[in-house]
């Protein structure tokens, strides 16, 4: 009776409020105050070291009966790929599914299928995983498969031959492709070919690794020693721990976190437009920016902030001026690429080609107005802040974004109390501290400016705004000679 | 093959209707299968579902209106998704601007995204912000027009011409949805033109055409709105009465009769795109969100391709190695749906080969039907599929909105699964006879000038930029 009550009390309440609203005409110009803020709840997870010495972190969720679980490596390709095998440790990852000592491809297969999942193995430039989502009655099971595949991988020769025609396809749409051009070339201007970030894979480097470079990377590569196992959701920590235990046992200890040295970026060039000819191009896909700093940077948050207010968001000034405002666009945004290297800072989008030169001009003004030309105004910061603080709650909605949040920590190497010092830090910046980080990790003089689009309308026009020499420059992202 | 503009690319996007409908499975357990919700309708028509889920503090809200592009007139095409880009604009109490200040600018997200049959806006907001944006939702739904005027729609137009740029002209193989629908149905057909429209006709539209439109569509009793999340029902049911509860009751809405579509004989094109591999497209009209068949369809889709074992995966990935990738899918909208075939060769393989290769493998399936096993790993996954998307507020405002919007039922979404789950593999081997017929689109995209490319060029009809490439394009 008591459920009653309280619903029956709280239906009258209703009507006395619409009555309420039906007597006093409603005054919609009024935008409603808030409510109270819930208090920030961080999950909590529990850290231990397995036999071999990988960390193992859970993380126990019940609301719903799912599991996610991950391995993640530090050091990714830019540290274990040589510069002529770019692309070895996808073709690795990949091999995890084309058979076991017990299974083949197929089997592999099936089995997944029938527990309603799917494994997957991946590399990027500074870290690698295995993962996979459950139900949390599948989850044994599951890890047993991915144990398999972790542990006694076949690499036949075969599933190698088709994987490599299959990225040779892709590579060669790629070529067609303008934003695919610009991840390309972008990171190749910036970067250089001596730096891994400059690197990348191509139509020779994959031509040329064969299966014992597949073979000795996954040796290397695949170790307990720089790997973090995460488990979070409906698991009981102790239980989570015994089954990884189990299911990895003959995984033996070996393998050191890599130290992330990168070698000296190149010399700075004068800020430069490097022109990708996109014949007929509908649009001009542009790229502007520099390398960036390391994500442990002092002035994590101050960049932060200054993003947003920048090219993080729709209202952003980037999208506001650029989309909304001039209508040159779809959108355009700006970021940086956190990681332990130098990772990008980028601001573009896709400009309509007509006005390209305009699109430039603005994209130019709104770097020099977040260096001090246009001040920062109090609701921008203020802004800016409950942006990234108020985000912070639904994060942490999912198992999947739990365990991406306390991976994330590990990896960077964060405080545990990363998130919940997050918006102390992010409340100490200051207008000055905008304006001083966009100073310093945004250099006007020596940005370069990648634009991918129709030479024969765009160049003339790009030209006369006068913001930069423009040098042309291939799909592979070489300078070519003065024409 | 139907697209769904949206207002920004760089917020998330509901899950397509298509993949909702994939809520198929095998001998689970149904109490998993659950949402919990309470609906009520205000006196103008407005329906709305209330979901509690306190995990997170968050809740989100989703406005879903019964109009998309096949409620518009041939000649005035593309109102139904420059008005998602209107909506963010403002409106009467709402200056420009704040209705992002008020989801992004506070930790949140907003979206809109139209397609054929309806359009949905939605914010994913900390929980304490509700109220706010029920003030916002009804806000537009009222009084859009009071602050609408020429140049607003001239600037939308604008930012809608490149989005089509980026999304269809500007990529490979962009325009081959627009040519296989331009080729399935007649012209008169609420579903021939595309959702983004014709900046032709929104040019020469009249202030009054647009208003109408909006009055008519986006009124209450066209409207379903979810809220779902950290909310107390009490309380939200007293501000959604506030905020919406005077607006009026707009006109009866007459529908557009659609009739199914079928063709009476194959249609081969090739059309030549900036493109560097030629890639094969097959398109069967079939059914859409009314018909139970989607279910079987659905699942044909799933065995045919994906993991390596499915049929022409096997087949023509794994087996042959003609083919570098190998797609089939069903696309339901509200009236009609396609299943649609895409092969991308590797070199050396001809489209001509491909196509015979893949109806070689759909002639078996229609003549042995799909086996228990690839029935029974085609519907596994169905139930971490949807317990996982429990775990977003959103996601489960979708599913409610979709189920009061199309089936009058929020809780359509547990008959789904359920329908899913009953589907036999007759039913798969029926639907595969019935629908995948010899009455279909093949379309072939080849590299500029290499017409030769195509499948059979000889009895392919050149598709030209001007058929291509509706006039807003140029």
Redesign the interface.
């Known amino acids: 009776m008591k459920v009653m009550t309280k619903?029956l009390t709280?239906?009258l309440?209703?009507l006395a409020?619409?009555s309420v609203?039906?007597q006093q005409p409603?005054d919609?110009?009024k935008?409603?105050p808030?409510?109270?803020?819930?208090a920030l709840?961080v999950p909590t997870w529990t850290t231990s070291t397995l036999a071999n010495g990988a960390t193992l972190i859970v993380s126990e969720k019940h609301?719903?009966?799912?599991v996610s679980f991950s391995i993640t490596f530090l050091g990714g390709a830019d540290q274990f790929e040589k510069p002529d095998r770019r692309g070895v440790g996808a073709f690795a990852a990949a091999m995890l599914s084309e058979g076991t000592k017990t299974r083949d491809?197929?089997a592999l297969?099936?089995a997944l299928?029938?527990?309603?999942?799917n494994v997957q193995a991946g590399i990027a430039g500074e870290n690698g995983s295995m993962t996979f989502?459950?139900?949390s009655a599948?989850f044994g099971a599951t890890l047993d498969v991915l144990g398999d595949m972790l542990l006694n991988p076949t690499f036949p020769d075969a599933g190698l031959e088709?994987l490599r025609?299959?990225r040779?396809?892709?590579l060669?749409?790629a070529?067609?492709?303008?934003a695919a051009i610009a991840q390309r070339v972008f990171p190749r201007i910036l970067y250089g070919a001596a730096h891994p970030f400059g690197q990348a894979v191509t139509e020779e480097t994959v031509k040329a690794i064969t299966r014992d470079d597949v073979v000795a990377f996954h040796q290397a590569y695949v170790r307990p020693g720089r790997a973090l196992i995460s488990v979070v959701g409906d698991v009981n920590a102790a239980a989570a721990k015994t089954e990884v235990e189990r299911a990895l046992a003959k995984w033996p200890a070996g393998g050191e976190k890599p130290s992330f040295q990168y070698p000296e970026l190149p010399a700075r060039q004068a800020t430069t437009i490097y022109l990708v000819d996109k014949p007929?191009?509908?649009?001009s896909t542009f790229s502007i920016g520099n390398p960036g700093p390391a994500r442990n940077t002092p002035d994590y948050y101050a960049l932060q902030v200054m993003n947003v207010i920048l090219g993080g968001?729709?209202?952003s000034r980037l999208n506001?001026n650029i989309?909304?405002e001039k209508?040159?666009?779809?959108?355009v945004?700006s970021g940086f690429a956190y990681g332990k290297g130098p990772g990008q800072f980028r601001a573009g989008g896709?400009i309509?080609t007509a006005k390209s030169d305009l699109a430039l001009i603005e994209f130019m003004k709104e770097l020099r107005g977040i260096e001090g030309s246009r001040p920062v105004t109090d609701e921008e910061l203020t802004?800016a802040k409950?942006?990234?603080?108020?985000?912070?709650?639904?994060t942490?909605?999912?198992?999947a974004g739990i365990n991406t949040a306390i991976t994330t920590v590990w990896a960077q190497g964060l405080p545990p109390d990363y998130y919940q010092q997050y918006g102390a830090q992010v409340a100490k910046v200051t207008k000055e501290d905008v304006v001083r980080v966009a100073k310093k990790y945004i250099d006007l003089d020596h940005l370069a400016i990648v634009i991918v689009g129709d030479r024969a309308v765009i160049e003339g026009p790009l030209k006369a705004t006068g913001i930069a020499p423009i040098a042309m420059t291939d799909i592979e992202g070489t300078i070519k000679a003065a024409q | 093959m139907l697209i769904q503009p949206t207002r920004n690319r760089w917020l998330p996007r509901l899950v397509p209707l298509a993949c909702l409908a994939l809520l198929s499975t095998a001998a689970m357990q149904s109490d998993a299968i659950k949402i919990p919700f309470t609906t009520f309708t205000l006196p103008n028509g407005l329906t709305v579902i209330l979901s509690v889920d306190h995990t997170t503090p968050t809740v989100a809200v989703e406005a879903w209106y019964h109009v998309g592009s096949k409620n518009e007139l041939p000649g005035r095409t593309g109102f139904a998704h420059l008005f998602e880009h209107v909506m963010f604009t403002g409106s009467g109490h709402v200056p420009y601007g704040l209705h992002d200040k008020l989801t992004e600018g506070i930790g949140g997200s907003n979206n809109g995204t139209t397609n054929n049959d309806r359009t949905m806006y939605f914010e994913t907001v900390p929980s304490n912000y509700l109220e706010d944006e029920l003030w916002l939702e009804a806000d537009r739904m009222g009084f859009l027009l009071d602050t609408l005027d020429v140049n607003k729609l001239n600037a939308q137009r604008d930012i809608v011409k490149n989005e089509r740029r980026q999304s269809v002209d500007n990529q490979p193989y962009g325009r081959s949805g627009e040519i296989i629908s331009k080729a399935m149905y007649p012209a008169s057909h609420p579903y021939s033109w595309d959702v983004i429209g014709s900046m032709t006709d929104l040019s020469a539209a009249s202030e009054d055409d647009v208003k109408n439109f909006f009055r008519l569509y986006y009124a209450p009793n066209n409207a379903f709105l979810a809220v779902v999340g950290d909310i107390d029902p009490v309380q939200t049911k007293a501000w959604v009465t506030k905020y919406f509860g005077d607006l009026p009751r707009g006109k009866a809405i007459t529908r557009p009769a659609v009739s199914p579509v079928t063709l009476p004989a194959e249609q081969r094109l090739v059309f030549e795109d900036r493109v560097q591999i030629p890639r094969l497209y097959v398109a069967w009209p079939s059914v859409g969100e009314k018909s139970t068949d989607h279910f079987a369809l659905e699942l044909l889709g799933a065995i045919m391709s994906g993991p390596r074992t499915a049929r022409l995966t096997k087949a023509l990935v794994y087996d042959q190695q003609g083919a570098a990738s190998v797609l089939t899918r069903q696309s339901s909208n509200e009236d009609v749906g396609e299943f649609t075939l895409v092969i991308t060769p590797r070199p050396g393989h001809s489209l001509t080969d491909l196509e015979q290769a893949a109806d070689a493998i759909i002639d078996r399936m229609k003549t042995e039907g799909p086996t228990a096993e690839e029935l029974q790993k085609a519907t596994a996954g169905e139930e971490l599929r949807f317990v996982s998307g429990l775990q977003s507020d959103l996601g489960k405002a979708g599913r409610l909105a979709d189920g009061a919007g199309y089936h009058g039922d929020p809780g359509y979404f547990k008959t789904e699964y359920e329908k899913s789950l009953a589907v036999t593999a007759a039913d798969v081997k029926r639907v595969a006879n019935q629908y995948l017929s010899h009455g279909r689109i093949v379309l072939s995209v080849v590299p500029m000038g290499k017409a030769d490319q195509a499948s059979k060029p000889a009895d392919s009809k050149k598709v030209t930029d001007g058929d291509a490439q509706r006039p807003e394009a140029r």
Do not use: C, H, I, W
């Open positions: 619903t709280a239906v309440a209703a409020l619409a609203a039906a409603l919609r110009s935008v409603p808030p409510a109270k803020p819930a709840r609301d719903l009966p799912l491809g197929e297969s099936n299928q029938l527990l309603g999942t989502q459950s139900t599948k088709r025609a299959q040779l396809v892709q060669n749409q070529k067609a492709q303008p007929g191009a509908a649009q968001q729709f209202q506001a989309r909304e209508g040159y666009s779809y959108g945004n896709d309509v802004t409950d942006a990234l603080t108020q985000r912070l709650p639904g942490f909605g999912s198992v």
